[in-house]
């Protein structure tokens, strides 16, 4: 039988510098939060237009810290887009409130002032938005509703690196945004995350409550040659980052620029490719910014003659490695107990996309092969 050669659906962009990286933490002896944590937040922070990082486990717990920061508690309501990876949802119920789906955009897949307020409700507090596969949502727009409506605005912005709103990077004047270096993302640290702040003191805070509630932080005391007797200010958790982990980081950043413009380089060709194709409408930039392309997902209208998960069979019998769109967490087991309004947009998108193959080892015959099975399927 012939060896199917499979395109996979990403691979992380990792090279010989990024193992030296981590060897040389290795060879240091630091390798648990320290120098290169602190570097790696200073030039994450600076890449994103926010004033301060805070390096962290994973996008995971980087949200949940933005609601712990913002004093979310039992009985509060959060907007969520139920289209979204289900962390986001998910950390919600860790401070113990109610997450309240919303629908979304069709064109973004992103939540919009219409949609956040009509599920809007004197016990909402927050809202978490996400900046959906990397495409920016309306930061301009949401930001200044929230503020209208006296509610924190967190970020989720695990899927932004490199993506822009407004003629800035998409993490540019958020109060709050959580960030996710997972390898399925465009710039990896293995595991990892961060939560960029504006504020000084949130940071401080934030630094306080990923390190047990310590007033000092480990690698401090470790520094000083003076004792210093540190104290436990407030219950807080375990969400460190180690210096492997930044080693590795630092060096991903000096990537981002180059993987991004590739991206969208090869998006461009996916458009040109699928342009004559009825019924596939491939995601593009929104009218306000430009994404990092961190999913390229299509949209299959009713033209087009087959299902999606018909076409995602033929792919994979092909081999091409794509992916169903992007999950709506009401639909999943965990959140039955949940009866979300109407989301008729919600259950289209995770319903009809699926995500094509896009990394930095796609070549151009690659695309003419993932495209080629989506022409003869149309
Ligand atoms: C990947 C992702 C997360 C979770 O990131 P981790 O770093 O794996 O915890 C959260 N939200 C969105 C939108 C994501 O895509």
Redo the contacts with the bound molecule.
Sequence with gaps: MAVVQVIPVMIPMLGEEEAQAAADAVRSGWVAQGPRVAQFEKEFAATVGAGHGVAV???????HLALVLHGVQPGDEVIVPSL?????AN?VRYVGATPVFADVDLATGNLTVETIDAVRTPRTTAIIA????GVPFDTVGLRKAAEGWGLALVE????AAGSTAYGTPAGTGAAVA?????P??VLTTG???MVTVDDAEAAVRLRRLREHGMNVSAADRHKSSQPVLEAYLETAYNYRMTDIQAAVGLVQLGRLAGLVAQRRELAARYHELLAGIDGVVPVRDPAYGTTNY??FWVLLTPDYRTSRDELLAELAKRGVSARRG?MAAHLEPAYADVTPAPLPVTERITRDSLILPLHHKITEADQNHIVGVLRDLA
């Design positions: 486990s994973s996008c995971t717990t980087a949200l979204s990876f289900i962390a986001t950390a996400v900046h959906q596969g989720d912005a695990a899927c959580a960030w996710s270096f997972h399925r993302k595991e990892g995350g961190q999913s992007i």
